[in-house]
């Protein structure tokens, strides 16, 4: 028997083909892939995995693929970074960063998402790719699309920052900039999806998409050398990113390969953007959707896909979900990057926002091992930043203007 049996409803369990289906047709719950874990444990070990490629292909049999990688080689296996810096700042121990600032091609962890959705893609026998994104999505996918030679559409909002604009047109896919928000994206697109044989990665073939986030937590227990952290923090736009941390962990655990996860998984939110976090607050099990208004724009999604199960997750392990205001966003990118050098995006800003308030309320304690996903690079969001940094010290081209120039700054300084 084959390791990929097909898909299964999340709510009534009913289950159906490896096709292109999101959606089950008797009870509207989302559709998860469904694995035959003793084909898999036959395929994959420790040793196989650290001997595999230094991509997140070493983890291709916990991936809903049936044939060998075809698309997105070089995603993933990105820097486990201990953040001692940063960890004194906040009053820790025992902080580590996942730096998919550096993912390959298109630096954030959508590069994972769309390596394994293109890859089943093709499978699948489309020709032709799209999305509906807050921006990182759109540009994985028009990259993924132009090295794969496949045919692509990307529906961004209209009003993203300059780079992630940038960063599709420069492949030459067909952009189209909806004017309205990432929800009003996303519900064209579920109509566009359903007239079009194209493959969304993220609504007809998003089952497989979302898997490509468990690499993540893979590369984590990995990289901590087969453990499981203590407390990890996720960054929530649709919720799939930190439900899927969450079961990544958990398969390595039945596949014996960590010992029991005990790892509180918490969310952060820009607050401007949070119906995940409201949720949680007011001690309800449902999500009540928001009208977007933050500057983490690649987090402004009013009505969550996976908000409900993201929420869950968040219970179950003893996690928390808490938010960031546009100013706390800006010295989380600014604290980050002094202390580590990383110059993350405003997802990042509100990941050690977020992580800096959990540490201060002793949700997370000193000693914990804690990993905090820095999920996208700061290039492409300067926007944000552009007022807080200040300006180059300006000098003529000669020792003394230098000197006087540096002598006034140290004046200030003192
Ligand atoms: C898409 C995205 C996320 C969150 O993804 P979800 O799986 O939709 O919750 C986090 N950070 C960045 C930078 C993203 O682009
Ligand atoms: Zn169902």
Not at 34 to 56: F, V, W
Not at 59 to 83: D, F
Not at 106 to 129: C, H, I, Q, W
Not at 366 to 390: F, N, P, S
Request: aromatic share 8%.
């Amino acid at each position: 028997m084959a390791k990929l049996k097909g898909l299964k409803c999340r709510e009534c369990k009913k289950e159906y083909p490896a096709e292109p289906l999101h959606v089950c047709e008797f009870c509207f719950g989302p559709l998860e892939v469904n694995y035959n874990y003793d084909e898999i444990r036959e395929a994959i070990s420790r040793d196989t995995i650290s001997q595999g490629p230094k991509s997140l292909w070493r983890y291709a049999a916990l991936l809903p693929i049936e044939g060998p990688p075809t698309v997105g080689l070089h995603g993933g296996l990105t820097p486990m970074v201990k953040a001692d810096r940063l960890a004194r700042a906040l009053g820790l121990d025992s902080l580590y960063l996942k730096n998919d600032t550096v993912n390959h091609p298109t630096l954030s962890f959508k590069d994972r998402v769309v390596a394994v959705a293109l890859t089943r893609a093709k499978e699948l026998g489309f020709d032709t790719v799209a999305c509906a994104s807050t921006g990182n999505l759109a540009n994985s996918v028009s990259a993924h699309a132009a090295q794969a030679g496949l045919k692509c559409y990307v529906f961004i909002p209209s009003d993203l920052e300059a780079a992630k604009i940038l960063g599709n047109l420069i492949y030459k896919p067909t952009v189209v900039a909806v004017e309205g928000n990432y929800d009003d994206v996303n519900r064209l697109c579920s109509e566009i999806a359903s007239e079009y044989s194209w493959a969304f990665v993220n609504i007809n073939i998003r089952p497989y998409y979302a898997e490509g986030s468990k690499t993540l937590a893979y590369e984590t227990a990995e990289q901590l050398g087969w453990r499981s952290p203590d407390h990890v923090v996720v960054p929530i736009a649709s919720g799939s990113l930190l439900t899927k941390i969450w079961k990544g962990l958990k398969e390595f655990e039945q596949l014996g390969f960590i010992p029991p996860v005990k790892t509180r998984v918490s969310g952060a939110q820009a607050e401007g953007c949070s119906p995940v976090a409201e949720a949680f607050k007011a001690k309800r099990d449902f999500i009540k959707p928001v009208k977007p208004r933050t500057i983490a724009k690649s987090l402004a999604i009013g009505n969550p896909a996976d908000g409900y199960y993201a929420l869950k997750t968040v219970k179950e392990t003893g996690g928390s979900v808490e938010t960031a205001t546009d100013p706390e966003i800006v010295e989380g990118i600014t604290l980050l990057a002094e202390t580590e050098g990383i110059f993350a995006e405003t997802a990042g800003g509100v990941t050690i926002a977020v992580l800096k308030k959990l540490a201060a309320q002793g949700k997370i304690r000193k000693g914990d091992v804690t990993v905090a996903y820095i999920t996208g690079h700061g290039l492409k969001t300067q926007e944000a930043v552009m007022q807080a940094v200040g300006e180059p010290v300006r000098i003529q081209p000669n020792l003394t203007s230098f000197e006087q120039t540096i002598q006034n700054t140290k004046r200030r300084e003192a």
